[in-house]
């Protein structure tokens, strides 16, 4: 697997303050992606043991919230076998902290998937630039969901985390 970027307290994509892995690699090509650059598989940089220790060591800051998965697209299918190995041992050596994925599949075509499961939030669905929102959270088009995955496995339905309330008078 390759990837692009880790981003150090990045407070844009999920809750708290996160370390971000930009893997590389996605089929999706969403018109006007921010990110196209990562959508070959073979662009960036290998992750290698280096890379790793540079994310569990950011992980193991107090302040830090959890991780989240970008790109590219992390469910890209040779990215999976990775990214689901690096949660693994996240969700071991870091049990309080929270795994988010960002994925431009839907819900439903990756809700079965082990890594999903593995993870807190999904931020499902390709972005739409009809459909492009400054004003939302954790995403940029209206039509992707910010899904609790443990509360709507419990549930067997799609379960929205609510979004900050901000006062914006």
Request: some cysteine; glycine content about 8%.
């Amino acid at each position: 697997m390759n990837y692009h970027n880790i981003t150090k307290d990045d407070m844009l994509n999920g809750e708290g303050l996160r370390v971000v892995l930009w893997v590389a690699g996605c089929g999706h090509h969403c018109p006007e992606c921010h990110n196209p650059q990562t959508w070959d598989a073979n662009s960036g940089i290998p992750f290698d043991y280096a890379a790793k220790l540079e994310l569990l060591d950011e992980l193991s800051r107090d302040y830090i919230s959890g991780i989240t998965f970008s790109g590219g697209d992390p469910l890209f299918p040779g990215n999976r076998a990775e990214v689901m190995q690096l949660a693994e041992e996240i969700r071991k050596n870091f049990p309080n902290k929270t795994i988010w994925l960002y994925t431009g599949y839907r819900w439903e075509e990756v809700c079965d998937l082990p890594l999903v499961q593995m993870c807190d939030v999904l931020v499902d669905g390709r972005y739409q630039k009809d459909k492009r929102d400054p004003q939302l959270f954790w995403r940029g088009s209206s039509n992707q969901r910010v899904i609790d995955i443990q509360r709507s496995r419990e549930n067997g339905a799609v379960v929205l985390r609510p979004e900050p309330v901000i006062d914006r008078r």
